[in-house]
């Protein structure tokens, strides 16, 4: 008898329910794929939330100003040893993004961008100061760690209102702690202070130099 069917060695096509089972398979590893590259591009993070543009945060913080002046501030190496001398901070970055903000020809102050990394991720702030060196307003621009969201309160951030080079900003000391967001306080009260002394050593002799901030006062107080 002639035997029907399919020789042993050829390959049997595959049935139609076991055929899509196995498309939905490929399909589903391929979606999980999809989304582990979004998240290592930092695209579709659920965590990340981002505020305000470096524009916007300007805007907000000087909401007179009618001309803003952006540039890019490089720090050479004996400026990231005085600042961090200064501080008593570490100077990571190369330095900093820094906004002169105008309401015709009178300066009203400066914005400068900075971030620091919380508990796993980087934290972008903006840190308006008046010309003679005291900080007006904290901004978070974004901010992308799933806990110790804390610090985006408007009451924490007032803290800072006032402060100088010359403050301690000590975490527990002058600037309260929030719970669950021991890191993300930390780091950023460090980043504002060297900040401000950012400010007093590098942006404000530059632009004394350049003619485009006034004298600076006697020391300023905390």
């Known amino acids: 008898m002639k035997r029907t069917g399919h020789p042993r060695n050829e390959s049997r096509p595959?049935?139609?329910?076991?055929?899509?089972?196995?498309?939905v398979a490929v399909r589903a590893a391929g979606v999980r794929l999809l989304g582990a590259l979004l998240v290592l591009a930092g695209v579709g993070d659920g965590f990340a939330e981002r505020y305000l543009s470096v524009a916007e945060t300007a805007k907000l913080c000087f909401p007179a100003g009618d001309r803003f002046e952006t540039k890019i501030i490089r720090f050479s190496t004996e400026q990231a040893k005085?600042?961090?001398a200064r501080s008593a901070v570490k100077v990571l970055n190369a330095g900093n993004r820094v906004s002169l903000a105008y309401q015709g020809t009178n300066l009203l102050g400066a914005l400068i961008v900075d971030?620091?990394?919380?508990?796993?991720e980087i934290i972008d702030y903006g840190v308006a100061v008046?010309?003679?060196?005291?900080v007006l307003q904290v901004e978070i621009?974004?901010?992308?760690?799933?806990?110790?969201?804390?610090?985006?309160?408007?009451?924490w951030r007032a803290q800072f209102m006032g402060k100088t080079a010359h403050a301690p900003l000590r975490l527990n000391e002058d600037i309260y702690n929030i719970s669950g967001a021991t890191i993300s306080c930390r780091h950023v009260t460090e980043g504002i202070k060297r900040v401000l002394a950012t400010y007093e050593l590098v942006v404000r002799p530059r632009w004394l130099v350049a003619g485009g901030l006034p004298n600076p006062p006697e020391a300023a107080k905390p």
């Open 14 to 23: 595959r049935s139609r329910p076991a055929l899509r089972r196995f498309l």
């Open 82 to 84: 005085a600042i961090a």
């Open 115 to 120: 971030h620091v990394l919380g508990k796993h």
């Open 130 to 134: 008046s010309p003679d060196g005291k």
């Open 141 to 155: 621009l974004e901010y992308r760690e799933s806990h110790g969201t804390g610090i985006l309160s408007a009451k």
